[in-house]
Nanobody, 121 residues
Framework: VQLQASGGGLVQPGGSLRLSCAASRRIYSSGVVGWFRQTPGKEREFVAA????????YYEDSVRGRFTISKDSAKNTVYLQMNSLEPDDAAVYYC???????????????WGQGTLVTVSS
């Protein structure tokens, strides 16, 4: 499966962005789609994930309550709505999919190309 991430851009602190991750084919009901982010010199870190079949959602503590992950099964697309953005949220955001949920990158088999989020006034 190929993933296409989009929606990044420049936003002021406190602003919002919605990222999209479009899959090239149907995600299996047992699959998981996650969002990770990475800044230069740091490891890729988990942000959020959603189980395709059940819709159960997971969040990293620093984004819970500000970010919302959702899916549109008909479009094979996952969204990450990001509100109340902070400078520390600035990163390249990647979406990924795999067969099992995990908070480490090696839990996911297929990755999108990344989309840059800049939070600055």
């Amino acid at each position: 499966v190929q993933l296409q991430a989009s929606g990044g851009g420049l936003v002021q602190p406190g602003g919002s962005l919605r990222l999209s991750c479009a899959a090239s084919r149907r995600i299996y009901s047992s699959g998981v789609v996650g969002w990770f982010r990475q800044t230069p010199g740091k490891e890729r870190e988990f942000v959020a994930a959603i189980r395709w079949g059940s819709g159960i959602r997971y969040y990293e503590d620093s984004v819970r309550g500000r970010f919302t992950i959702s899916k549109d099964s008909a479009k094979n697309t996952v969204y990450l709505q990001m509100n109340s953005l902070e400078p520390d949220d600035a990163a390249v955001y990647y979406c990924a999919t795999g067969s099992h949920y995990g908070t480490t990158p090696n839990a996911y088999e297929f990755w999108g190309q990344g989309t840059l989020v800049t939070v600055s006034s």
